[in-house]
């Protein structure tokens, strides 16, 4: 059973930064596939960044913001989100393939 739990969202100004967590057990293949995606209400669910065969992708609104890093070892990743926006506000949810951790919600204050 796989299971994630994201940490470190908050309230932050325009421009601020945050750092995302997320801890996830039950996986075999270390951080491999893990990503994260942010909803923010009245719009679908969308990708922000993820892992996939060594190399990150980011959604083009959040590249050379964002940074994603991960740890196989402690089976973690992280979301540094840097020059944050307004628009950058929503809930952030850690996932792998159908599992989705409980979300972390993420305030860019104008």
């Known amino acids: 059973q796989v299971h994630l739990v994201e940490s470190g969202g908050g309230l932050v100004d325009i421009g601020g930064s945050l750092r995302l967590s997320c801890a996830a057990s039950g996986l075999t293949g270390g951080t491999y596939g893990l990503a994260w995606f942010r909803q923010v209400p009245g719009k679908e669910r969308e990708s922000v960044a993820r892992?996939?065969?060594?190399?990150?992708y980011y959604a083009d609104s959040v590249k050379g913001r964002f940074i994603l890093s991960g740890d196989d070892d402690k089976n973690m990743i992280w979301l540094q989100m840097n020059n944050l926006k307004p628009e950058d506000t929503g809930v952030y949810y850690c996932?792998?393939?159908?599992?989705w951790g409980q979300g972390t919600q993420v305030t860019v204050s104008s």
């Open positions: 892992n996939s065969g060594g190399k990150q």
């Open positions: 996932n792998f393939k159908d599992y």
